[in-house]
C-alpha cells in the first residue's frame, strides 16, 4: 500500500516544475523583447522606420508573472501547510 504522502509529493514536484518553466520562459520572453526592442531603434536610427508608435507593455509576460505568483503561493501553501491555498 502506498503512503498518503506520495500523492503530495507527486503535486509538489508538479508545482516545482511548472514554476522552473514559468521562471525560464519568462527569463526567456524578457531577452527576446530586449533584443526587438534594440533591433527596432537601430532600425529607427538608420531611418527605416518612423517608430512613433510606442512600443506595448507584453501580455504575454504579465499573465506569466501573475501564474509564477499563483504558483509560489501554492507551494508555499503545499510545503509549509499555510496560506491561501491550505
Same mark, same amino acid.
Given at each position: 500500500?502506498?503512503? !498518503?504522502? *506520495?500523492?503530495?509529493?507527486? #503535486? ?5 516544475? #511548472?514554476? *522552473? %518553466?514559468? $521562471?525560464?520562459g519568462? =527569463? @526567456?520572453? &524578457?531577452?527576446? $523583447? *530586449? ?6 531603434? %537601430?532600425?529607427?536610427?538608420? !531611418? /527605416?522606420?518612423? *517608430?512613433?508608435? !510606442? @512600443? ?6 504579465? &499573465?506569466?508573472?501573475?501564474? /509564477? =505568483?499563483? #504558483? &509560489?503561493?501554492?507551494?508555499?501553501? %503545499? &510545503?509549509?501547510? %499555510?496560506?491561501?491555498?491550505?
Amino acid at each position: 500500500m502506498k503512503s !498518503g504522502e *506520495a500523492h503530495r509529493h507527486f #503535486g509538489e514536484a508538479l508545482v516545482w516544475l #511548472g514554476l *522552473a %518553466m514559468l $521562471v525560464i520562459g519568462i =527569463a @526567456y520572453h &524578457v531577452l527576446f $523583447v *530586449a533584443g526587438l526592442r534594440r533591433e527596432r531603434e %537601430m532600425l529607427k536610427t538608420d !531611418g /527605416l522606420i518612423h *517608430a512613433e508608435s !510606442g @512600443y506595448p507593455v507584453s501580455f504575454t509576460l504579465i &499573465v506569466a508573472i501573475l501564474l /509564477l =505568483a499563483i #504558483g &509560489v503561493l501554492a507551494i508555499i501553501s %503545499m &510545503v509549509f501547510n %499555510m496560506g491561501p491555498f491550505d
